[in-house]
């Protein structure tokens, strides 16, 4: 197929109400025409004034997703890799923090010398200029843009201008608007209401942008005459409004969108013509192992600080939904508060009493630490199945220290600075950095596993690569100690100065990670250590079983 000079884009907004799933339809249209053959990437422009999301609590904006490249990210950027398998980077999402701050730069240089610096044109250009950078790389046929907030969000607003100048500049067969709504079900009634639709268009109507396509998000199908209905009053042809209705797993939205026709309707729409028609074989088979697994469930504990909002915990959550179909078996998920386990208000006994193994969940502070601590030591000793991810590995080094290496006092010098026995210490490269955002340990790097150990059965080779988000790690001071106690350095930096996975060989799976090995499990290539974890909480499940079909006494989970 000859590619087309012209790139062509897809803006994609939203109405009504927020965390309809904007990114998981961008995602998903971009999985569809991906299956078609077409070069896909999808960006994401967040309307907050902050840089970029990596000062954010967890609260306020859920986990914050690394790139290849150190980027920290909206955790849609995470939807984006899952489900395209392509790499992003700082280029895929940008907020207007960020367009602020480069216009600012701009004009303390000198760059608009003599000129009164304005949001149009100066704010809007740096945003259209942001819009098209990925499109000049030429690795892609067709971008995706996902604008966050809502319409009508006064924060968003630039980024609409800059969509309708960008209509206007490149032509109408170039651009695609699709506009995602609400049609809420109104249980009384037993009617699904299109006013609040109707509302959201003419709100978008009124910045100058008449969307395209309408993507309708409901409890249940709409009828024919619902969408003639809405696009009567939303000035569209019927058969550019798509219902989507709820689905039982996000995977399955990609076989919804393609049973409404939408990778069609756009590539109409754009005067397109792919290579192929869209195939998607392997996601019907990957959905219908998450909805219906042959083997059952497996319950597994993620211990956290915020699992309040498991949105805090969306890679780690996705990463066991790919390694339980790929075991074929659905994880179940016990969300303990770490917090709850150090005030006593659970304990870790009661805690782990029907699941087949425990993920202790990265974060950030003393908050909730001893918590952590004290049930992966109930972990060890119980010999349950345990995986430590950044802080929850730290966790598990100064749990052994204290009570398997002598070291009462061991601890952090995040949490206490004064510590007899600093196993966890501030890398060396970071303790003279003060500023906050951006400034960690971050993105790819390298990683050389021992031969023999299970990280390296798990991943099948030597030298993987890794993404990382922290600041402290195992002190080097203690690895003799650590390691003459039976704590195995599996994993460590090429120059042998970082260590990156731990392992107790006696235990039948206790690994903990300094990386952050959730954010590169994919829809078809789950994470080995997540597929290996799952793995061994399924035969401690199995066992269980079978020990109490035999009369032991034992709990099934």
């Known amino acids: 197929m000859s590619r087309s000079k012209t790139v062509k884009h897809i803006f994609v907004t939203g109405g009504v109400v927020s965390s309809l799933g904007k990114g998981i339809l961008s995602a998903s249209l971009g999985a569809l025409l991906k299956s078609r053959g077409l070069r896909v990437t999808i960006q994401k422009y967040d309307p907050y004034i902050n840089v970029d999301p990596g000062t954010m609590s967890p609260y306020q904006h859920g986990e914050v997703y690394v790139t290849d490249d150190g980027a920290e990210t909206d955790l849609d950027l995470g939807y984006y890799e899952r489900f395209l398998d392509v790499a992003t980077s700082q280029a895929n999402n940008v907020t207007m ?67 309708r100048q960008l209509k206007l500049q490149l032509g109408a067969k170039n651009t695609v608007n699709i506009h995602l709504t609400l049609v809420p079900y109104i249980k009384s009634a037993s009617e699904l209401k299109t006013k609040p639709t109707q509302h959201s268009v003419k709100m978008l109507q009124e910045t100058g942008i008449q969307p395209d396509i309408l993507v309708c998000r409901s409890e249940r199908d709409l009828s024919k005459e619902m969408k003639h209905k809405i696009g009567l009053f939303c000035n569209l042809s019927d058969a550019d ?99 709850d386990i150090e005030d006593g208000v659970m304990t870790v006994e009661d805690a782990l009493r029907d699941v087949s193994g425990l993920l202790v969940a990265p974060g950030f502070g003393s908050r909730g630490i001893e918590g952590k601590i004290n049930i992966i030591r109930h972990a060890r000793e119980s010999n349950i199945p345990f995986f430590g991810i950044c802080l929850g590995m730290q966790c598990a080094v100064i749990e052994f220290a204290r009570n398997v290496a002598g070291m009462d006092a061991a601890n952090s010098t995040e949490f206490v600075k004064k510590t007899k026995y600093p196993v966890i210490d501030m890398m060396e490269s970071q303790k003279n950095v003060t500023e906050k955002g951006g400034t960690m340990r971050l993105g790819s790097y390298p990683c050389v596993l021992e031969e023999g150990t ?38 460590t930096s090429p120059d042998n100065e970082l260590v990156e996975i731990i392992e107790l060989p006696t235990h039948r799976w206790f690994i903990g990670v300094q990386f952050h090995p959730e954010l590169k499990s994919r829809v078809h290539k789950v994470h080995p250590l997540f597929n290996s974890f799952v793995a061994e909480a399924k035969a401690l499940r199995n066992e269980r079983f079978h020990q109490e079909v035999n009369g032991t006494v034992g709990t099934i989970s």
């Not at 805090?312 to 659905?330: L, P, Q, R, T």
């Not at 099948?460 to 990382?468: A, D, F, N, S, V």
Request: hydrophobic share 40%.
């Open 97 to 163: 923090g960020r367009i602020y701050k480069d216009v600012i730069d701009k004009e303390r240089r000198g760059d608009y010398l003599g000129v009164t610096v304005q949001v149009i044109p100066h704010v809007i250009d740096e945003i259209k200029h942001r819009m098209l950078e990925l499109a000049e790389s030429g690795k892609y046929d067709v971008i995706i843009t996902e604008v966050g907030g809502t319409v009508g969000d006064i924060e968003a607003s630039p980024f609409l201008e800059a969509m």
């Open 241 to 339: 409004v798509v219902g989507l209705r709820d689905a039982e797993t996000i995977y399955e939205v990609p076989l919804l969108l393609r049973d409404e026709g939408l990778d069609k309707l756009v590539l109409q729409k754009l005067g397109m013509k792919a290579p192929a028609d869209a195939h998607l074989d392997d996601w019907k088979e990957f959905s219908h192992k998450v909805k219906f697994p042959k083997d059952g469930t497996v319950r597994i504990a993620i211990c956290g600080k915020y699992t309040e909002y498991p949105d805090a915990y969306k890679s780690i959550v996705e990463a066991f939904v790919h390694a339980g179909a790929s075991n074929d078996v659905k994880v179940l998920i016990k969300w303990l508060r770490s917090e």
């Open 454 to 491: 299970k990280p390296y059965k798990a991943y099948g080779k030597q030298l993987i690569t890794e993404r990382h988000r922290h600041r402290y790690e195992l002190n080097n001071h203690f690895r003799e100690i650590l390691s003459e106690k039976g704590l195995m350095m599996a994993g």
